[in-house]
T-cell receptor
Framework: AQTVTQSQPEMSVQEAETVTLSCTYD???????LFWYKQPPSRQMILVIR??????QNATENRFSVNFQKAAKSFSLKISDSQLGDTAMYFC??????????FGKGTRLHILP | GAVVSQHPSWVICKSGTSVKIECRSL??????MFWYRQFPKQSLMLMAT?????????EQGVEKDKFLINHASLTLSTLTVTSAHPEDSSFYIC?????????????FGDGTRLSIL
């Protein structure tokens, strides 16, 4: 069975700093997808970034980028120039083809003014 | 972008009553819908997966007679919490997608806060 592990329950950084959220996963699949979702206090689930396992190039979306290490089964999220609006719960998630999304336990990120 | 509407956003009801939550895909056909439950400060726990026109597939430990899921059309799925009790109080979130590959993202509703008195 696939598992997703986020080892940082909570983090705090100053506004404008860069922060990296860790995520590891376990799977025997070769084709799968990885996601980072953001859940702000409003509790809406927002897709931040997506990575296809067959792509070696790390995905990037504006200030958000990932470091995808397939052999190490690691998928960290880097937030550059952090903003107050980045304060939220961040979930790392895994999905194999034609299947459901499995979420990690989440990392609560606080951006401090 | 794709929109999933979930209704109601907040419901309070007495113990023993049944509560229905609706999940609608407004601008796309959702072949698959998912229902999650989220306790405070915890992750999303998948309750069941429903495909249009088929019976829902429940995750282990989820009582299918307690949480009735109907996915009668490509734009609507409902979750009915039957004979609700205080322990059923939680945040319920639905999501929907077209197809089953990772290239077709899951779109989430805004959730329903259920409080059973």
């Amino acid at each position: 069975a696939q598992t997703v592990t986020q080892s940082q329950p909570e983090m705090s950084v100053q506004e404008a700093e860069t922060v990296t959220l860790s995520c590891t996963y376990d799977t025997s699949e070769s084709n799968y997808y990885l996601f980072w979702y953001k859940q702000p206090p409003s509790r809406q689930m927002i897709l931040v970034i997506r990575q296809e396992a067959y792509k070696q190039q790390n995905a990037t979306e504006n200030r958000f980028s990932v470091n995808f290490q397939k052999a190490a089964k690691s998928f960290s999220l880097k937030i550059s120039d952090s903003q107050l609006g980045d304060t939220a719960m961040y979930f790392c998630a895994f999905m194999k083809e034609h299947d459901k999304i499995i979420f990690g336990k989440g990392t609560r990120l606080h951006i401090l003014p | 972008g794709a929109v999933v509407s979930q209704h109601p956003s907040w419901v309070i009801c007495k113990s023993g009553t049944s509560v229905k939550i609706e999940c609608r895909s407004l601008d796309f056909q959702a072949t698959t819908m998912f229902w999650y439950r989220q306790f405070p400060k915890q992750s999303l726990m998948l309750m069941a997966t429903s495909n249009e026109g088929s019976k829902a597939t429940y995750e282990q430990g989820v009582e299918k007679d307690k949480f009735l899921i109907n996915h009668a059309s490509l734009t609507l799925s409902t979750l009915t919490v039957t004979s609700a009790h205080p322990e059923d109080s939680s945040f319920y979130i639905c999501s929907a997608r077209t197809g089953s590959t990772g290239n077709q993202p899951q779109h989430f509703g805004d959730g329903t806060r259920l409080s059973i008195l």
